[in-house]
């Protein structure tokens, strides 16, 4: 059974990185024609998705947030990881990991979650 | 691309719920819905529009027709209490509803 845990500070100053990892037991990220994403919730608002890194390593991130974001994948860990730069207070959210389905038809879907994770920007 | 959800809904329990999700040609698209508990995982309850995963009780189905697509809860139970989510894909990107609070009264 496969299963997603994400990890990473809970703290981070304004205008540092965030960096958070998210580890797959029972499953491999570079195998399966999955897509190994990001999406956050900050406090009272929606869900919003942040990327994801294709189990070839190729990557797609949200238009809003693309010029901060790398996803990436350590395929020896089963292993993938979210890098935010010059975050401010309105990255404070939960931050989930998931893994995405594409069924070439037009249907992208989540079919596992990560218990996730709160991360507070604040000095 | 924007899809619009109702912030609430209320149901007796043991009567039928329904969740709607609205976007611009929604019906050409592909609709998943999720379930999503306080401080737990959110769960995939319905995919390509109707489709159940594996563990999904047969009380949940969906419909994607129009503007509109529809989350439906026969015989709501206590348990499905949650915030539920439709969710999208559009131009490779991914697009979320704002989420509608389900309350079992």
């Known amino acids: 059974q496969v299963q997603l845990q994400e990890s990473g500070p809970g703290l981070v100053k304004p205008s540092e990185t965030l960096s958070l990892t998210c580890t797959v037991s029972g499953g491999s990220v570079s195998t399966g024609s999955y897509y190994w994403s990001w999406i956050r919730q900050p406090p009272g608002k929606d869900l919003d998705w942040i990327g994801y890194?294709?189990?070839?390593?190729?990557?797609n991130y949200s238009p809003p947030l693309r010029s901060r974001i790398t996803i990436s994948r350590d395929t020896s860990n089963s292993q993938f990881s979210l890098k935010l730069t010059s975050v401010t207070a309105a990255d404070t959210a939960v931050y989930y990991c998931?893994?995405?389905?594409?069924?070439?038809?037009?249907?992208?879907?989540?079919?596992?979650w990560g218990q996730g994770t709160l991360v507070t920007v604040s000095s | 691309y924007e899809l619009t959800q109702p912030p609430s809904v209320s149901v007796s329990p043991g009567q039928t719920a329904s969740i709607t999700c609205s976007g611009d040609k929604l019906g050409d698209k592909y609709v998943s819905w999720y379930q999503h508990k306080s401080g737990q995982a959110p769960v995939l309850v319905i995919y390509q529009d109707t489709k159940r995963p594996s563990g999904i009780p047969e009380r949940f189905s969906g419909s994607n027709s129009g503007n509109t697509a529809t989350l439906t809860i026969s015989g709501t139970q206590a348990l499905n209490e949650a915030d539920y989510y439709c969710q999208t894909w559009d131009r490779g990107t991914v697009v979320f509803g704002g989420g509608t609070k389900l309350t079992v009264l």
């Open positions: 998931a893994r995405a389905i594409y069924d070439g038809s037009g249907c992208f879907y989540f079919d596992l």
């Open positions: 890194v294709y189990y070839t390593g190729v990557t």
